[in-house]
């Protein structure tokens, strides 16, 4: 099955050490976002790949960055997570960035910091 | 400012009873309004959009910029429709942005 894949589902990583969570998939699609979700909050979009091109939202902090090597996958790198970071983070897919390409989620990876 | 209400955290009801999950939003522009769900141990997952005026798992939502809602509905719930529902806002252009609202749990009890 096509799909989205985030590895790992759980991390768990020190305050203040860098940390990388992957997603890659095998959709083909354009387009790959990262969403960070705390605790009852609403999916918050950090940034987008629409294929090579890197487009951060104006309120991400500098602290997160991101890489995508290829079409398949994406990487988010936190330099310095602070415990405010700890949250689910989700990987998503569509096929091109209007409003007729639906979103394809992963199953997220939980992020602890201690 | 873009903004997604949804005002219940939890909605429960009884197998067979009406649905209504409750969805505001707030744009001055052209809205494109989606629900995902989640359900338990899956993936978020697109449910329906409003420029489709689909019917899916027996849900509709209409879109009334009246109002400025997007409530989700269904005459009859089942008990596998529990699970997280997210409203969704989009219609930036070519942006990429989704607006999700903070997600209402529905509990449907046998």
């Known amino acids: 099955d096509a799909m989205v894949i985030q590895n790992p589902r759980y991390q768990v990583t020190q305050f203040g050490k860098p940390v990388t969570l992957s997603c890659s998939q095998t959709?083909?699609?354009?387009?790959m976002y990262w969403y960070q979700q705390k605790s009852s909050q609403a999916p918050k979009l950090l940034f987008h790949?629409?294929?090579?091109?890197?487009?951060n939202e104006a309120d991400t902090p500098d602290n997160f960055q991101s890489r995508r090597p290829n079409t398949s996958f994406c990487f988010l790198d936190i330099r310095s997570p602070g415990l405010g970071d700890a949250a689910m983070y989700l990987c998503?897919?569509?096929?091109?960035?209007?409003?007729?390409?639906?979103?394809?989620f992963g199953n997220g990876t939980r992020l602890t910091v201690t | 400012a873009q903004r997604v209400t949804q005002p219940e955290k939890l909605l429960s009801v009884f197998k067979g009873a009406p649905v209504e999950l409750k969805c505001n939003y707030s744009?001055?522009?052209?809205?494109?309004l989606f629900w995902y769900v989640q359900y338990s141990r899956q993936r978020l997952q697109l449910l329906l959009r409003h420029i489709s005026r689909e019917s899916i798992k027996g849900f509709t939502a209409d879109l009334n910029k009246g109002e400025t809602s997007f409530h989700l509905k269904k005459p009859f719930a089942q008990e596998e429709d529990s699970a997280m529902y997210y409203c969704a806002l989009s219609g930036f252009g070519n942006t990429g942005k989704l607006i999700f609202g903070q997600g209402t749990t529905l509990q449907v009890k046998p």
């Open positions: 959709l083909n699609h354009n387009v």
């Open positions: 790949y629409y294929d090579k091109d890197f487009n």
């Open positions: 744009y001055s522009g052209s809205p494109e």
């Open positions: 998503a897919t569509s096929r091109d960035r209007g409003d007729n390409s639906p979103l394809h």
